[in-house]
């Protein structure tokens, strides 16, 4: 089992970044899929972002491209999501979670994912 904690989350104005983290701990492999999603109040939770545990292979969602970057540090256990011209609507709780079995047609469907942290607030004021 794999245990995940998000940080980074805040209070920023549109137009801002913030860098969030993930932290991993317990069994990791190097076939495992890194995840991040979005979940605004009474909204969906959403695949934000995805990154290899090795290899970086990455995948974003389609309307975030250019303005997200994910990435990881192996010898800190950690990945990351870059925001950059935050507005808004991406005012949600962001959450990591791990998908052990993936495929490229799968990457961004929760249900593949079986380990989730307890997610970070971002609140992006206008």
């Known amino acids: 089992q794999v245990q995940l904690v998000e940080s980074g989350g805040g209070l920023v104005q549109a137009g801002g970044s913030l860098r969030l983290s993930c932290a991993a701990s317990?069994?990791?492999?190097?076939?495992?899929?890194m995840g991040w999603f979005r979940q605004a109040p009474g909204e969906e939770r959403e695949f934000v972002a995805a990154i290899t545990w090795s290899g970086g292979t990455t995948f974003y969602a389609d309307s975030l491209k250019g303005r997200i970057s994910i990435s990881r540090d192996n010898a800190k256990n950690t990945v990351y999501l870059q925001m950059n011209s935050l507005n808004p609507e991406d005012t949600a709780v962001y959450y990591c979670?791990?998908?052990?079995?993936?495929?490229?047609?799968?990457?961004?469907?929760?249900?593949?994912?079986?380990?989730w942290g307890q997610g970070t607030q971002v609140t992006v004021s206008s």
């Open positions: 979670a791990v998908s052990p079995f993936w495929s490229s047609g799968t990457y961004a469907y929760r249900t593949k994912y079986n380990s």
């Open positions: 317990g069994r990791t492999f190097s076939t495992y899929l």
